[in-house]
């Protein structure tokens, strides 16, 4: 069967991956989670203190991408997961502390080339089901399938801090909105690579929808353009 290349962009926390991974399952695509890339670097970055007081090292980080290396490995799971260095970091990248600086880290081009390229390699047969923020404009910009979620901050502040509730980790709702308002901006706002809208993208608000009509919705339109 004909396969195509399916990019879901979006805000924080709009319910991405949920969806790209449902999607990927049902068409027994590659589902690649961009964002977890990112939070890897960030946690390479903070654990080898080249993050402090609040501000990330960039020269240092910069230096030190060669010594990254990332990969996702499936180990039983239903979810391929990501490894830096050989160590399944999936759990760790999670954490409000790596979302805390995870797009300061974005905005570093260095850090972006070297992602993009490892993603457009990945995606390179097709068959691929990719979300993130820039997927639909720089890295797959002729995708046959291009998705724009988006909900409002509350409901997507909400949904997070139910999760990292429900990992056990002790954040307020506060915390957890002002991280998602703080990295909107920081996403939006970049020189390279900024969240936005491709001209051909499919703007989905999901503020009131399921997941099941969120799945729905995205299969009807990857299946008319199989
Ligand atoms: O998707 P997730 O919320 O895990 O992404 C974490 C962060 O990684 C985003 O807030 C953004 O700063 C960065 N990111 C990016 N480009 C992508 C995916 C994620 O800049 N394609």
Redo the contacts with the bound molecule.
């Keep these: 069967m004909h396969k195509i290349t399916i990019a879901i962009?979006g805000y924080?926390?709009t319910g991405?991956?949920t969806v790209a991974k449902q999607l990927a399952d049902w068409l027994e695509y590659v589902y690649v989670?961009?964002?977890?890339?990112?939070?890897a670097v960030t946690l390479y970055a903070m654990r080898t203190k080249m993050i402090a007081e609040g501000k990330v090292d960039t020269p240092k980080l910069i230096a030190a991408l060669p010594q990254i290396n990332l990969q996702f490995k499936r180990e039983g799971g239903a979810k391929a997961e990501i490894h830096l260095n050989g160590e399944n970091v999936e759990k760790d990248i999670r954490h409000l502390n790596v979302?805390e600086y995870?797009?300061p880290v974005?905005t570093i081009s260095e850090v972006?080339r070297k992602l993009v390229e490892q993603q457009q390699q990945m995606g390179e047969g097709k068959g691929v089901v990719m979300?993130?923020?820039?997927?639909g404009t720089v890295?797959f910009p002729n995708a046959e399938l291009k998705i724009f979620m988006t909900a409002s901050a509350e409901q997507r502040a909400q949904r997070r801090y139910n999760e990292l509730l429900e990992r056990g980790d002790t954040v307020t709702y506060q915390e957890v909105l002002e991280n998602v308002l703080e990295?909107d901006h920081?996403?939006s706002t970049r020189k390279d690579?900024p969240?936005r809208k491709a001209k051909d993208a499919i703007e989905i608000d999901n503020s009131e929808m399921n997941l099941e009509d969120q799945f729905h919705t995205i299969l009807q339109l990857a299946k008319d353009r199989i």
């Excluded at 989670?33 to 939070?39: E, F, H, K, N």
């Design positions: 962009d924080s926390s991405k991956s989670d961009t964002g977890a890339m990112y939070r979302s995870v797009s974005a972006r979300d993130g923020r820039d997927i890295v990295r920081i996403d690579s969240l």
